[in-house]
């Protein structure tokens, strides 16, 4: 597609629950990252990829996070047992390689109730 | 570990007047320095980034940003402000073979007619 994009744009869930983010970066990156965006925190580096594998996922807070990236294009950015403090927008990025522009989408705003 | 400061999280300026976002950061080697615009409810737009070179940068919208090495610095300006650019402003850096952007607190910058 033209840009990177993410769907929903928006989700509540239930505290407790499981949510599913979806990104699709644009043809023909290789790298893929996930950034939290809170008013707490600021933007927060989540995970890389490169291809399908995840060289660098520091970023993850706690392990009821989790991605995959599966032909080296879509990622999925899973939160299981949702919380309150997981209540962010999540964006994703791509770029074509690393350390060069890296393009983002408009987000996906989670909000847990 | 790398880290940005941005000097003051608001920042206000009459239309016509010279726009001035200040950045800090700390990194034990060379690094490539971004500076983000976030309008409301949408992604990071990169504005302009330095990597190496010439020290001076223009980026899209008329702005510029200047890195000095012996500062620690790379300031964003613009000559003179629109109404348009009222937005959200974010500086990152990130280190050649390190692929993750480390981000700044974010400047909100105010135009006044």
């Known amino acids: 597609g033209a840009g990177v994009s993410q769907s929903p744009s928006n989700k509540v869930t239930e505290k407790g629950k499981d949510v599913e983010l979806r990104c699709d970066p644009i043809?023909?990156?290789?790298?893929l990252y996930w950034y939290r965006q809170s008013l707490g925190q600021g933007l927060e580096f989540l995970i890389y990829?490169?291809?399908?594998?995840?060289?660098?996922k520091s970023g993850l807070p706690s392990d009821r996070f989790s991605a995959e990236r599966t032909g080296g294009s879509v990622s999925t950015l899973t939160i299981q047992r949702t919380q309150q403090e997981d209540s962010a927008v999540y964006l994703c990025?791509?770029?074509?390689?690393?350390?060069?522009?890296?393009?983002f989408g408009q987000g996906t705003r989670l909000t847990v109730v | 570990a790398q880290s940005v400061t941005q000097l003051g999280s608001h920042v206000s300026v009459s239309e016509g007047a010279l726009v001035l976002l200040r950045c800090n950061y700390s990194?034990?080697?060379?690094?490539?320095l971004f500076w983000y615009v976030q309008y409301p409810n949408q992604g990071l737009q990169l504005l302009l980034k330095?990597?190496?070179?010439?020290?001076l940068v223009k980026g899209i919208n008329g702005f510029e940003a200047e890195f000095k090495k012996s500062e620690t610095s790379f300031h964003l300006t613009k000559p003179s402000a629109h109404m348009s650019d009222a937005a959200e402003y974010f500086c990152?850096?990130?280190?050649?073979?390190?692929?993750?952007?480390?981000f700044g607190q974010g400047t909100r910058l105010t135009i006044n007619p």
């Open positions: 990025a791509s770029s074509y390689r690393g350390n060069t522009e890296a393009f």
């Open positions: 043809s023909g990156h290789t790298a």
């Open positions: 990829f490169q291809g399908n594998s995840a060289p660098d």
């Open positions: 990194s034990s080697v060379p690094p490539y």
């Open positions: 330095y990597t190496t070179g010439a020290t």
């Open positions: 990152a850096v990130s280190e050649w073979g390190a692929q993750k952007l480390v």
